[in-house]
């Protein structure tokens, strides 16, 4: 599922009051939250040397006692149904829609009915994707030192989030405690905080995050700018990456060593786990691997599973060509053609994925830029969008009373 680029000057409807003076940008990820403010990214979490990243995980051990980031994080290996994580991608959906199934599909998580909508059973009880959210946002505010029920929130979203999202979004918002918030798409925030320190005609925003792929054609010829065309992929970005080297490595265990992961839900999510962690060290690494043990227990031995750099870079490839994809439709929609973008801005930590840059850079003509931090740049901007009364106009109404 592709949703289909848009054309035209994105614009709110008014929103239903003053912004308070004090402003937050929250970059609410599939993966990882980020906050900043005034374009200052603002620490969010306490473990060392990863202050500025929240991770969007909560779990709920047997302790009863929530867990929320890095800690929840953790889990993932030893409690995967009871560590929620990627829920950004089913919130808003309702119970039996193609969103909830295929989320299914790919988590070990078993999903149910709560009025409607699709819900997480743990063992504290049905959980909704926003109160996820929710919890999410108020660590990231309690470490950052930001109290919510003083403070004003943009957020951005995909830009092919649909109505029951976006409303979704907003009451996460309202159930962490903010009194006003209002949304932002997130190329949208990207051109923020780029175009604030750049002069072109035409820019890119390339953004591959951890669920989702959006591209967004600028206009820069007149300010505030137009964004004249954006689209993207619900179903493309890190997450997919990680389940593609997971099963890859799945398939060649099955075929070499007659054992399967893929059978079990849970096994297969701590596979994916692992995929995760092999897929960072083989960004400087030819190849990692850890015990067959180590990923079930039940297995006859402690041989190595092995993930290599050339089957990342397979999936790399597959995934850079499927983004082109939707930069053909985005382009031919905004009248352009890749040769008239004169840069083209990376955003999303997918980004930092081994040859990506080599290929956008082949695609536009052009090395993209990346001098703003792919992980930073969305929250980035859209706390610039927040203070900044000539970019309200970018920004979508709140759904709720302020």
Not at 215 to 221: F, G, H, K, R
Request: aromatic share 6%; proline share 6%; with cysteine.
């Amino acid at each position: 599922m592709v949703w289909g680029p848009r054309r035209g000057t994105v614009m709110s409807h008014p929103s239903s009051g003053p912004a308070p003076r004090s402003s937050l940008g929250i970059d609410l990820g599939t993966t990882h939250t980020v906050l900043a403010h005034r374009s200052e990214v603002l620490p969010v979490s306490r473990e060392p040397g990863r202050e500025t990243l929240l991770p969007s995980v909560v779990a709920h051990p047997p302790s009863a006692e929530e867990l929320v980031g890095w800690s929840a994080r953790s889990r993932r290996t030893i409690d995967p149904r009871h560590t929620l994580t990627s829920t950004k991608r089913l919130i808003g959906a309702r119970s039996g829609s193609y969103r909830a199934k295929r989320f299914a599909e790919r988590h070990p998580y078993e999903i149910v009915d709560v009025d409607g909508h699709a819900a997480l059973r743990t063992r504290a009880g049905s959980v909704l994707p926003t109160q996820v959210a929710a919890s999410v946002l108020r660590e990231a505010c309690a470490v950052a030192g930001f109290e919510p029920s003083s403070h004003f929130a943009v957020i951005s979203v995909p830009a092919g989030f649909e109505a029951e999202e976006r409303a979704a979004t907003l009451e996460a918002a309202r159930a962490a405690g903010f009194p006003q918030a209002r949304l932002i798409e997130e190329p949208v925030a990207t051109a923020v905080a780029y175009l604030e320190r750049s002069s072109v005609r035409y820019a890119t925003i390339y953004d591959l995050g951890g669920g989702t792929f959006d591209l967004a054609v600028v206009d820069c010829t007149r300010y505030p700018f137009r964004v004249i065309g954006h689209g993207g992929d619900p179903y493309l970005g890190g997450d997919d990456v990680d389940r593609a080297l997971a099963t890859r490595v799945a398939d060649r265990v099955l075929r070499t060593q007659r054992w399967d992961l893929a059978s079990d839900p849970e096994t297969f999510a701590r596979l994916t786990v692992h995929a995760e962690d092999a897929k960072i060290a083989l960004g400087t690494a030819e190849e990692t691997s850890l015990p067959l043990d180590e990923i079930d227990a039940a297995a006859p031995n402690a041989s190595p599973v092995v993930f290599d750099r050339a089957m990342l870079t397979e999936i790399t490839t597959d995934v850079v060509r499927r983004t082109f994809v939707v930069c053909d439709h985005v382009l031919a929609d905004a009248g352009l053609h890749a040769r008239d973008i004169d840069a083209v801005f990376l955003a999303g930590g997918s980004t930092a994925l081994p040859g990506l840059g080599d290929m956008v850079g082949a695609y536009f003509g052009k090395r993209p830029r990346f001098d703003l931090d792919p992980m930073e740049v969305v929250a980035r901007g859209a706390s610039l969008a927040a203070v900044r009364p000539d970019l309200h106009r970018l920004l979508e109404a709140d759904g709720y009373a302020s």
